[in-house]
Nanobody
Framework: VQLQASGGGLVQPGSSLRLSCVASGFILDDYSWGWFRQAPGKEREGVSCVTTKGGGTYNEDSVKGRFTISRDNAKNTVYLQMNSLKPEDTAVYYC??????????????????WGRGTQVTVSS
């Protein structure tokens, strides 16, 4: 099984990006999914997470109304749509999966599978 994240880049404040996470060897509906980020000198934090059982979602306060997690089962891909990007959104972004679908979690330690990160830099 493998998670491969892509779509990061250098953008100006106010721009949009869509991150993709191709989940090879996974059946998306059998897992909960999350996007996390880690800025230099900071701990990894949950950004947007979703459980496929019950549809529970979590969005970190600073991204509410701007970021949306979604998935396409046909493409086996989980997305993070990021709008109105701010310099403070600059970080390495990771996608992750966990087998427990009972509830949504933003705790990185509860996720068993991780992809390599993709850098997002928001700067003028």
């Amino acid at each position: 099984v493998q998670l491969q994240a892509s779509g990061g880049g250098l953008v100006q404040p106010g721009s949009s990006l869509r991150l993709s996470c191709v989940a090879s060897g996974f059946i998306l509906d059998d897992y909960s999914w999350g996007w996390f980020r880690q800025a230099p000198g900071k701990e990894r934090e949950g950004v947007s997470c979703v459980t496929t059982k019950g549809g529970g979602t979590y969005n970190e306060d600073s991204v509410k109304g701007r970021f949306t997690i979604s998935r396409d089962n046909a493409k086996n891909t989980v997305y993070l749509q990021m709008n109105s990007l701010k310099p403070e959104d600059t970080a390495v972004y990771y996608c992750a999966a966990r087998r427990d679908r009972a509830y949504v979690s933003s705790d990185p330690s509860r996720y068993e599978y991780w992809g390599r990160g993709t850098q997002v830099t928001v700067s003028s």
